[in-house]
């Protein structure tokens, strides 16, 4: 499926796969031999629940996110996008392929052995009751595989499999000149009330902002009440970065805007937002980009003990897989000294002050801080949120 000018490599496959895991070494493999390129792990374009009922994958919301990111990406110099995410049916291939034109899309199959899978699975630590599902998955998709481009991944290594791919695929092929860009087709909001509550949690390398954050957004997903939730480091993908925006504020601003108003017209009534930020003017360009939301930023703080400990257990890869999580597999000499450096960053947010209010979060489960944050920011989400 190839129509379009912008090489859009779309890898999927069941759970535990690797899908997230190929995508991002092929992004790291085009980025340092020079090209220009993005990754977006698609289920961090599709947070926003209680779901439709008759979206109850949000398939059609990633699908207006994706084609919401992509010009954002592409106008930020982006001349190729690496995606990773489960595909469920033709018709939903189809729903991002409609909205999305000018893009060459190419779709590849991971797969692997029953073995193989649950002992990935297994590995992972983290929801391992998966598994069967992952299993009856990978074999529905077997059977209906016929003629598909389709990678084995067993016993190999991710980037083994990253340049089988590519030499499948030939992707991403010779570099297409992008011109005359696509507006953003983002929804526009028609919901006239007040502000929708932004809650964002900020803080040091490690601190436990995406959990903490995620459990949040799981308090609101079972009370009913329908809640966006946005990670800002999923957004930063692209490089290389700008010399004077290493951390692609401005990249992420604007795709955390695009993003805001599909959520806002598929009914989420609040958001969360996990990433971190150092001066004010910052947070001034992100609000701005989230026009008709009421922004709350709570700092977390941990000790430069408990930083180191929360550094090393993500270098061994304990809790859930976080897509391009790049302190996963780092020695213990390199994870003490990105830890040195969190510590560091805690201390300079202590100084600045940045954040309506601070919570500490050492020795707490993130559950435990969780409550405290919404506790802090008066109940957070508030009234305004039924």
């Known amino acids: 499926m190839r129509d379009g000018s912008f090489p859009l490599l779309w890898l999927h496959g069941p759970s535990g796969v690797g899908k997230s895991t190929v995508a991002w070494e092929i992004f790291t493999e085009l980025s340092r031999s020079g090209v220009r390129t993005a990754y977006a792990d698609i289920d961090q374009l599709g947070l926003c629940y209680p779901a439709d009922g008759e979206d109850p994958g949000n398939d059609r919301l990633k699908a207006a996110n994706l084609a919401a990111v992509w010009p954002v990406l592409r106008d930020a110099g982006a001349r190729c996008l690496v995606v990773s995410g489960i595909l469920g049916t033709s018709d939903a291939v189809r729903a991002y392929a409609d909205r999305m034109p000018g893009i060459a899309l190419t779709l590849c199959r991971l797969r692997a052995d029953e073995a ?3 002992n990935r699975i297994v590995a992972r630590g983290w929801q391992t009751q998966l598994a069967d599902a992952a299993v009856r998955h990978a074999e529905a998709l077997d059977r209906a595989g016929a003629g598909e481009l389709c990678v084995d991944t067993d016993g190999l290594s991710a980037v083994d ?23 953003v087709r983002a929804h526009s909001s028609t919901v006239d009330e007040a502000d929708a509550p932004m809650l964002w949690l900020c803080g040091a390398q490690g601190v436990g902002k995406s959990a903490v954050g995620w459990e949040i957004f799981a308090d609101l997903l079972r009370s009913g009440a329908k809640t966006a939730y946005v990670d800002l480091g999923q957004l930063g993908f692209h490089r290389p970065v700008p010399d004077d925006d290493p951390d692609n504020h401005a990249l992420k601003a604007r795709s955390l805007g695009a993003l805001w108003a599909n959520f806002r017209a598929a009914g989420a009534r609040g958001l969360i937002v996990t990433g971190g930020v150092t001066d004010p003017a910052t947070v001034g360009r992100y609000a701005a980009a989230v026009p008709g939301t009421k922004l709350t930023l709570c700092r977390l703080h941990a000790s430069p003990a408990e930083l180191t400990e929360r550094i090393l257990r993500r270098g061994r890869g304990e809790g859930p897989p976080i897509p391009g999580d790049e ?20 201390d300079e947010l202590d100084r600045t002050g940045i954040g309506d209010f601070r919570v500490d979060t050492d020795d707490l489960p993130a559950g435990d801080v969780a409550r405290l944050v919404r506790a802090k920011a008066g109940e957070w989400p508030g009234p305004v949120m039924p």
Do not use: C, N, Q, Y
């Open 116 to 118: 193989e899978l649950r």
């Open 161 to 183: 499999v990253a340049r089988l791919v590519r030499a499948k695929t030939g992707w991403p092929g010779p570099a297409a000149e992008i011109t005359s860009p696509a507006a």
């Open 327 to 346: 302190l996963k597999g780092l020695p213990a000499e390199a994870l003490h000294r990105l830890a040195e450096r969190a510590a560091r960053e805690a």
